[in-house]
């Protein structure tokens, strides 16, 4: 069973930054694809970030690329997201989740294997 801990979030400023980590323990982290989703106060959960096994980066939007950036470290089983220029739009949950190797779609909750608790992240104004 695969065990995912995100730590990282808390309050920030708007303008600020905040590094997410994710640390899996239980498998073989290198062979999946890792994600990053958020989930805000009312809303679904939607992604934010994925990078494959191979590095690929997918982002939701333009916006999320222009100052978010996901990265992993494989021989620490770990898997990044760093955030930049947050403002209050960015407050929800984030999660990290993991997807075994397959071929498919990775951009959906369902499209996920495995799951954090979820940490919080609040951008005052």
């Known amino acids: 069973q695969v065990q995912l801990v995100e730590s990282g979030g808390g309050l920030v400023q708007a303008g600020g930054s905040l590094r997410l980590s994710c640390v899996a323990s239980g498998g073989t982290f290198s062979t999946y694809t890792m994600a990053w989703f958020r989930q805000a106060p009312g809303k679904e959960r939607e992604y934010v970030a994925v990078?494959?096994?191979?590095?690929?980066?997918?982002y939701s939007t333009d916006v999320v690329k222009d100052r978010f950036t996901v990265s992993r470290d494989n021989a620490k089983n770990t898997v990044f997201l760093e955030m930049n220029s947050l403002n209050a739009e960015d407050t929800a949950v984030y999660y990290c989740?993991?997807?075994?190797?397959?071929?498919?779609?990775?951009?959906?909750?369902?499209?996920?294997?495995?799951w954090g608790q979820g940490i919080q992240v609040t951008v005052s104004s």
């Open positions: 989740a993991a997807r075994t190797n397959r071929p498919g779609r990775q951009v959906l909750r369902e499209d996920y294997d495995y």
């Open positions: 990078i494959t096994r191979n590095g690929g980066r997918i």
